[in-house]
Structures are given as C-alpha cells and as structure tokens.
Nanobody
Framework: QLQLVESGGGLVQPGGSLRLSCAASGFTLDYYAIGWFRQAPGKEREGVSCISRSGSITNYAESVKGRFAISRDNAKNTVYLQMNSLKPEDTAIYYC??????????????????WGQGTQVTVSS
C-alpha cells in the first residue's frame, strides 16, 4: 500500500520549534518532489514549502520564509519540515504530498499524486 505518514505535530508555545516528518511506505520518494501544505479552520489549504527530487531546489510561502526549512533524506525515504519561531497563525493541520514530476523543481500549484493524513500543529500559550 502506497502511503505517506506525517508525524511530529503537537502543541508548542509561540516562539517554539517543531520538526515534522513525512515518511513514505510502499514507494520510494527519490522520484518525487515533496510539498508541505497546511489548512487552518475555516481557511483554504495553502502551500507552505516544497522540495525538488534532488533536494537542490526549495520554495517557501512568504509567511514562513526565514522560519521554516525543508529537507529530505532519500536514504531514509523521509522529508522533514523544521519549523522555528512559531506563531499562533501557524496553527493548522499540516499535510505532506508527493508529486511525480519529471521537472527539476517543485511547485504548490501542481497536482500531487499522494497525500498524507495530516498532523496537527497548535501554537498557543
């Protein structure tokens, strides 16, 4: 069974950090660009960050630039999202998704092939 599983979410105080993981099973992530998305209550889903298959190209939403960092370890079949200086407005369910794109980069507007079930991130004092 092909699936992505997110982990690492939780409750954190403003200014704190979390590291999300996205692990694949049933397929290898080497051939996929990976995106992280989030959806807050009452809001549309938005792209947060993405990383190319090679890891050499990354993109970030303006709202998280300088605070979040995406990385991948293809040997572990896992992609990470390091989130620092968290703010209450970062509260959302975070999803990872895999895009089997033959291009060199990554993009939020693409149609992603596989999605995880999401992990809750709550930033509150």
């Amino acid at each position: 069974q092909l699936q992505l599983v997110e982990s690492g979410g939780g409750l954190v105080q403003p200014g704190g950090s979390l590291r999300l993981s996205c692990a694949a099973s049933g397929f290898t992530l080497d051939y996929y660009a990976i995106g992280w998305f989030r959806q807050a209550p009452g809001k549309e889903r938005e792209g947060v960050s993405c990383i190319s298959r090679s890891g050499s190209i990354t993109n970030y939403a303006e709202s998280v630039k300088g605070r979040f960092a995406i990385s991948r370890d293809n040997a572990k079949n896992t992609v990470y999202l390091q989130m620092n200086s968290l703010k209450p407005e970062d509260t959302a369910i975070y999803y990872c998704a895999a895009d089997r794109w033959t291009g060199l980069g990554c993009a939020f507007i693409r149609i992603y092939d596989y999605w995880g079930q999401g992990t809750q991130v709550t930033v509150s004092s």
